[in-house]
């Protein structure tokens, strides 16, 4: 029996319709059961397909969403029952005794039954597909609410995940499939107004929060930011590693709800301090003064040579062609001078996940790569400075302006870590540590020395011993703690580690 409760697009978007029954009849037969035959029958009518189209891309909502996490699953779950419903005595959502078997099944999969899930899907399987009057997908309740059995109870029966139930669920492999298939799907919105990072970010999948910045998603989307989200995500671990993906990438830290709250109170509200710090340290409003606050006063000032530049972050070119760019500046090198023979003024446009071409090269440690950038005319930052070795640019700079120690470069990497990257650039780091730079702050959860402990810089590990960095620090890994040692035996610096060893370095 068909239910007019939602559809299913085989691009991978499912969004709510209205109750149109044309356009309900198509999705139930073509899209909301796995059809072999729905790509044959696409490229035979084409026109179908734009009707399709049309329908799976509605207009832009004006839905607002509600962000705390609580109020994220209210909006976009429709789980009205779990936020002060009448309650059965265990404590479950009460499910009136007429209620159509669509509300019995649903209420079934908030509550975790999956005794009771799977048969109503042994009676019905088109259930698999059914939607909340939101338009939010059996699935994305289950992931939402916890309820990992009964969202494996669908995969296992052959679900095909939207963009948003593969954001829910974390499940970057079906994101990879669906963002090559449909280029941009990550920018559509839910009838609740959410983006697929918006999902992710209330559903705490770090990794898929990852991809989706890699992809180019808007960091800082409305209607509420996903960063507002994360501030009060209850687990804090979680919620650091997702708030240093956005608000490191260029999220705007001083977002806020539309009843005014901040993300800075919501971290603190919440108990997440290291969120808290990081949205301080990324300049959120606050008269906390103990927190270093990053700099970008000279970030894109100038050339190589000193000269003024005068640069946009787009130049009238597609967003996605400058991610693209920005992208294999990471590790090709040749492809990105192929791109800047096709396009010259790819050279100094901005990512958006808040990066330069130059900078990605520079990070990387592709020296060579950022030299023919700045030669070209590309914004040389301080830290592009340390990572070339241009020690009299970097002196000139800080004594210019002393906020300049303070400076990061993508991805809020320091300074201080561009001396690293590349070559050991043993000048500049003493000059920096004997301006004032902080000798165990960190990128990526790794101190200096840990950096150079893994390249194998012995000079540079020597400068910052000198000027006391903790031999011992624990950087932060997936596989727990490691110290400077730990990372140079795993890397086979032989030398480095007996350096080490020699200093008091432990495993």
Aim: charged share 20%; hydrophobic share 45%; aromatic share 6%.
């Amino acid at each position: 029996m068909l239910r007019a409760e939602g559809t299913r697009s085989v691009y991978g978007c499912g969004l709510q319709s209205p109750a149109n029954l044309a356009r309900h009849c198509f999705d139930r037969a073509f899209t909301c059961l796995p059809n072999c035959l729905s790509h044959v029958v696409f490229a035979i009518y084409p026109k179908l397909m734009c009707f399709r189209l049309v329908l799976a891309f509605p207009a832009r909502q004006s839905c607002l969403m509600t962000n705390t996490r609580r109020k994220f699953l209210a909006s976009s779950v429709g789980a009205g029952a779990l936020l002060g419903a009448p309650q059965h005595p265990s404590g479950s959502p009460a499910v009136p005794r007429d209620a159509l078997d669509s509300e019995k099944f649903r209420a079934a999969v908030l509550q975790g039954d999956l005794q009771t899930v799977i048969e109503y899907l042994d009676r019905d399987p088109a259930l698999l597909y059914s939607r909340d009057v939101r338009g939010t997908s059996v699935y994305t309740l289950a992931c939402l609410t916890g309820q990992k059995r009964v969202a494996q109870a669908f995969e296992a029966r052959g679900l095909i995940l939207d963009i948003f139930e593969a954001a829910v669920s974390g499940n970057v492999r079906r994101a990879t499939e669906i963002c090559n298939v449909t280029p941009g799907i990550i920018h559509v919105r839910s009838a609740g107004g959410q983006t697929p990072l918006h999902y992710a970010a209330s559903a705490g999948q770090v990794a898929m929060v990852n991809f989706l910045n890699a992809q180019g998603a808007d960091l800082s989307a409305g209607p509420e930011s996903p960063l507002l989200t994360v501030a009060e995500y209850p687990d804090s671990a979680v919620a650091e590693a997702m708030a240093r993906t956005l608000a490191g990438n260029g999220s705007d830290p001083n977002a806020k709800r539309k009843d005014g709250a901040t993300a800075l109170q919501l971290a603190i509200a919440r108990g997440n301090i290291e969120v808290a710090h990081l949205l301080i340290h990324r300049g959120a409003s606050s008269d906390d003064t103990s927190i270093e606050r990053v700099y970008f006063g000279g970030r894109y000032s100038q050339d190589l040579h000193g000269k003024p530049v005068v640069r946009d972050d787009t130049c009238g070119l597609p967003q996605a062609f400058i991610n693209q760019f920005v992208t294999v500046a990471h590790f090709d090198p040749e492809k990105v001078k192929q791109m800047y023979k096709l396009c010259p003024s790819l050279l100094a446009t901005r990512a958006t996940w808040d990066e330069l071409a130059i900078e990605a090269a520079a990070h990387m440690g592709l020296v060579p790569l950022a030299e023919y950038l700045a030669d070209l005319g590309s914004p040389v930052s301080t830290c592009t400075a340390a990572v070339l070795g241009l020690t009299r640019m970097v002196a000139d700079l800080v004594h210019a302006d002393c906020d300049r120690l303070r400076e990061r470069g993508a991805h809020d990497i320091p300074l201080l870590a561009y001396t690293a990257f590349g070559k050991e650039r043993v000048d500049v780091a003493e000059f920096l540590l004997r301006s004032g730079a902080g000798v165990d702050i960190r990128a990526f959860g790794q101190t200096t020395l840990h950096l150079a402990a893994g390249k194998g810089h012995l000079e540079l590990a020597r400068i910052l011993l000198e000027h006391g960095a903790d031999v011992n620090a624990a950087a932060k890994s997936s596989n727990g703690p490691l110290t400077p040692l730990a990372i140079a035996l795993r890397q086979k610096q032989a030398s480095m580690a007996e350096f080490l060893k020699e200093r008091g370095g432990r495993m």
